[in-house]
């Protein structure tokens, strides 16, 4: 270090090293909320992509999107941000799917309890103290809402957006894995209800002033696409 970097060294969250050529460090994993800088570290990212896609007609996950796939594109935009991404399926039967997708694959351990089965597995896996929970049908990694969920994740077990109509997104959040033991027992009881779950704990609702888009049937993705390429024209 040089003189003047060695002063400050010890005041620091992170230090990043550099050997010329590049850095150590994603910039992507740099935010602001609240007129806060945030680093987004400890936290792991799991994209749940088990449910039956019974609207839509097929498989959401592989759904073509300007010619690639909605889960490569969730996989690309978060890689850069998350220390590792989880891919949620139901069972064994469907890795094969999912060979040459960019995360790991885990699969519920509790089969049968609809989304928070995905949570539990993922909770159960992560090293990290963080986990962001994003659905397959939801296309767009929303930074702003995502920060501003982050900004409150280590005083809560978990943080999830509420729009202005009073929908919640609990498929959209950050939950800490020590409520690990809290959805296991929220699951034996025999209540699947993500809204009802987040009910039960210490859950931060962050009012949002926008809506989280879900592709659930044909009629939602062909409305995405035609956005999608409007956007990119």
């Not at 990212?45 to 999107?65: E, H, P, Q």
């Not at 609809?114 to 767009?140: Q, R, W």
């Amino acid at each position: 270090y040089k003189p003047s970097a060695e002063e400050v060294k010890s005041n620091a969250d992170y230090v990043i090293y550099s050997d010329k050529s590049g850095v150590d460090f994603s910039i992507d994993r740099i935010g602001v909320c609240n007129k806060s800088w945030l680093f987004i570290d400890d936290t792991e990212a799991v994209i749940l992509a088990g449910g039956t896609s019974s609207r839509m007609g097929r498989d959401k996950c592989f759904l073509d999107i300007h010619n690639r796939s909605l889960i490569d594109i969730k996989t690309e935009v978060l890689k850069n941000i998350f220390g590792s991404i989880l891919i949620s399926i139901a069972d064994e039967s469907q890795v094969a799917l999912y060979e040459k997708v960019n995360g790991q694959v885990v699969y519920d351990r509790l089969p049968g309890c609809g989304p928070l089965s995905g949570i539990e597995s993922a909770l159960s896996h992560i090293k990290s103290n963080y986990l962001f929970v994003t659905a397959c049908d939801m296309p767009d990694f929303d930074e702003e809402i995502f920060y501003s969920l982050f900004y409150y994740c280590k005083d809560y077990d978990a943080v999830v957006p509420k729009n202005l109509n009073g929908r919640v997104e609990p498929l959209f959040g950050v939950y800490q894995k020590s409520c690990l033991e809290k959805l296991r027992r929220f699951l034996r009881s025999g209540n699947y209800s993500a809204t009802d779950f987040l009910r039960s704990i210490n859950t931060k609702y962050v009012l949002i002033e926008k809506n989280i888009i879900n592709l659930n049937t044909p009629e939602n993705l062909e409305r995405y696409i035609h956005s999608y390429m409007g956007i990119r024209q």
